[in-house]
């Protein structure tokens, strides 16, 4: 049960329905977050809502029987936008492409992949100052002074940046220099980390983990809101399978499954989902009529010299193609 509180509720009023609930045999738990007060209530007594939802203080009361209820569609129907400001906007009928490389190397390539960016039209650059690598031996990112670089370059041309955050002690210091926090698969299940980043007032983009189920992806997000955050975008990435003919087994059937039970945004990445270049642009496009809201690609001006994950990282010229048959998909879309 979700039970939305007036802003103005006063202490006698919540004292008053917590009583009424601790009557009936339901545990409470209090939630704050940028934009409204919860009321979560669990318990297994039938009743009638009425009796609840009368008193003064609560603006609505909802039955949600999942086990996660706030990022549950079963209380709010419409869909959830996520806005970046300066007129970016994720969900909630707004389309979004992020595009850039995986690993941040350069100036020069911050600076070649924005002026490519910026000549396209997308608002985003995606790309890893701190990198979980399979083997301790691999390039694994440039750091805090990385991501300052990347920021400064970003903003001075009005794109927004997402970037993966690995550990709790790396938000407070890369706070100021973010736009989107990452969540990558390793790290979906890491609650302390998702604690902390319902803490903060920044949004979240959270990746469903390597072996992941939609339910403990749905879950991991509800760490996140009943912590504080609302602003979460679930991103399907591909799952590990027996298979190996690709790097991973992106999984299309999650995309309308999360948007039926869902209200945040869902993002789709094919270039970990499939992991492979030549196949990136049609998986891609098959997220966008399956109902993602999002891309989020990996783009390099040269995939064969990346630092990281080249082989499934497009040029720009093979970017510029996707991004303009994403964008004839989402309209193609709209007009069915």
């Known amino acids: 049960m979700i039970i939305q509180l007036e802003k103005e509720i006063t202490d006698d009023q919540l004292s008053q329905l917590e009583d009424k609930l601790a009557n009936i045999n339901y545990k409470t738990n209090q939630v704050e977050t940028q934009y409204g007060k919860y009321i979560i209530g669990i318990g297994k007594k ?11 203080g609560i603006l609505d009361i909802h039955r949600v029987s999942d086990a996660y209820k706030l990022v549950s569609r079963k209380w709010k129907t419409q869909d959830t936008a996520i806005d970046l400001g300066d007129g970016v906007k994720i969900g909630g009928g707004n389309f979004q492409i992020m595009a850039g490389p995986c690993s941040i190397e350069s100036e020069e390539q911050i600076e070649r992949t924005v ?11 995606r790309g ?28 001075a041309a009005g ?19 973010v736009d989107i926090f990452q969540v990558g698969a390793r790290n979906s299940q890491n609650f302390n980390l998702l604690d902390a980043l319902g803490k903060v007032d920044k949004p979240i983009l959270l990746k469903r983990g390597i072996s992941g189920t939609i339910e403990e992806l749905l879950q991991a997000a509800e760490y996140i809101f009943s912590n504080g955050n609302e602003r979460i975008m679930l991103c399907e990435r591909g799952i590990r399978t027996y298979e190996k003919a690709y790097r ?17 945004p ?11 270049r030549r ?37 720009h010229t093979e970017a510029k193609r996707t991004y303009d048959r994403l964008r004839k998909t989402v309209a193609f879309k709209s007009n069915l």
């Open 46 to 56: 039938a009743f009638d809502i009425r009796a609840i939802g009368t008193l003064p």
């Open 115 to 125: 002026a490519h960016l910026v000549a396209n039209n997308v608002k985003i650059m």
């Open 128 to 155: 890893g100052v701190y990198k979980p690598r399979s083997s301790p031996y691999s390039f694994r990112g440039l750091g805090i002074e990385g991501l300052k670089l990347f920021y400064q370059k970003c903003s």
């Open 159 to 177: 794109i927004k940046i997402v970037t993966e955050v690995m550990m709790t002690e790396q938000i407070e210091p890369m706070y100021d220099y």
């Open 248 to 264: 991973n087994t992106l999984d299309i059937n999650a995309i309308p499954i999360l948007k039926e039970k869902t209200h945040l």
């Open 266 to 276: 869902v993002v789709i990445d094919p270039s970990h989902g499939i992991g492979v």
């Open 279 to 315: 196949f990136v642009e049609p998986v891609a496009l098959a997220g966008i009529m399956a109902g993602a809201d999002a891309v989020i690609m990996e783009v390099h001006a040269y995939p064969e010299k990346a630092f990281s994950d080249g082989q499934q990282t497009l040029d």
